[in-house]
């Protein structure tokens, strides 16, 4: 009798049934020093704007009964195809006048996961990620090797011009001289691209939020139908990052960790703060091992354990019941949500 029962309990009759409901999609484009004051309305309804059409391409795809992963990839692209974010077209230059590209991504049912780091010529970097997750037994590759990969799996490359934004380029000028003021740093500035676009100036680039500080990471967390989480993050790393530096968004566990038992999470702040703090597998920790609930557990990490040892930034947390919360210690997150319904909500400010 009990052999019996454990057969039928094993077949696909017992397998938990499609539930539209449960589709929830998060995301969250940055945080940092962004506040009203420094934020005119021409800017802020760019960023909604694109956030929007971020929060609906992943929600379209949910709705018609895609997975979770195919939610975050086509999120995540739309977010690297904006030259507001940094990620992808709008990514910061490295102080040697280059655009270093990071991506990961988790599959939450099967705890599969794939990154790339350093990659100048991939477009949208959270495939990369993917490809690798699906297509290698490695879960994270980098610079040259990373963009070879890419290539031999049929994704679009890109002359490195592609990446260059006039805005970005001149944060790293103002980097650099702010950096030979506070530092009597003697080294020269990098030349200006050969190739930078004729358009680079576009009406787009002009509105960047450039006031303050900002960690322009982007990422999204997906719940779909079927019980399935996923996450995804990508970025441009920081303005004038030296020696080929890697930040938190490509390490699974640091600014991305996906399990359906726990939470899917993506991360945006001070990279090497969140990669000693183990932040997100830290949130997901803490429900497993406490008991916390996803609000719970990501305020505990982001507005006690971050803000102690001095890292600044927030998170992006989806539990598998649709529980999710976006918590962050700096003046601003760009973060949004949609629910099963198709409500939305876009939010900036702290208060």
């Keep these: 009798m009990k052999k019996w029962l454990l057969l039928l309990m094993s077949t696909p ?12 999609l998060v995301i969250h484009g940055g945080a940092g020093t962004i506040t009203r004051q420094n934020m005119t309305a021409e800017k802020e309804k ?36 904006s030259p507001l974010f940094n990620a992808g077209k709008g990514a910061v230059f490295t102080h040697e006048g280059k655009n270093e ?8 049912k099967t705890l599969k996961a794939g990154a790339v780091a350093g990659v100048t010529t991939v477009r949208n970097p959270i495939s990369a990620a993917r490809a690798v997750m699906e297509k290698s037994e490695h879960v994270l590759l980098i610079g040259k090797g990373a963009e070879t990969f890419a290539k031999d799996k049929g994704l679009t490359i890109v002359d490195p011009s592609y990446f260059y934004t006039e805005n970005r380029w001149q ?14 740093h003697t080294e020269e500035a990098p030349k200006k691209p050969a190739k930078a676009p004729k358009n680079a100036s576009s009406r787009a680039e002009e509105l960047i939020f ?26 441009g790393g920081m303005t004038n990052k030296r020696y080929g530096r890697v930040g938190d968004a490509p390490i699974i566990g640091a600014g991305t960790y996906a399990d359906n038992t726990t ?7 001070h990279g090497e703060y969140f990669i000693r703090s183990v932040v997100a597998y830290d949130i997901a920790a803490l429900m497993h091992y406490k008991g916390l609930s996803v609000q719970e557990a990501a305020k505990e990490v982001v507005n006690q354990k971050l803000v102690e040892r001095g890292g600044e930034g927030g998170v992006i947390a989806l539990d598998a019941k649709g529980n999710f919360a976006m918590p962050f210690n700096s003046e601003g997150m760009y973060r949004g949500y949609i629910k099963s319904d198709g409500s939305l909500q876009i939010e900036i400010y702290k208060d």
């Excluded at 009759?13 to 929830?24: N, R, W």
């Excluded at 929007?52 to 692209?77: C, F, N, P």
């Excluded at 590209?101 to 939450?108: C, N, P």
């Excluded at 939470?263 to 702040?269: D, K, M």
């Design 210 to 235: 450039t006031e303050g500080k900002k960690f322009g990471t982007v990422g999204c967390v997906a719940l779909d139908q079927y019980g399935n989480l996923a996450a995804g993050t990508s970025t």
């Design 101 to 108: 590209l990071d991506a990961a991504i988790m599959d939450g």
């Design 13 to 24: 009759a017992f397998a938990q049934s499609p539930d539209p409901s449960k589709i929830t």
């Design 263 to 269: 939470c899917a999470i993506s991360a945006t702040g």
């Design 46 to 81: 760019a960023y909604r704007q694109v956030l929007e059409q971020a929060l609906q391409t992943g929600y379209t795809i949910l709705k018609k009964g895609g997975t979770s992963l195919d939610a975050v990839e086509a999120t995540v692209h739309v977010m690297e195809d």
């Design 171 to 184: 944060g790293l000028q103002k980097a650099i001289k702010e950096e030979k003021v506070k530092l009597d």
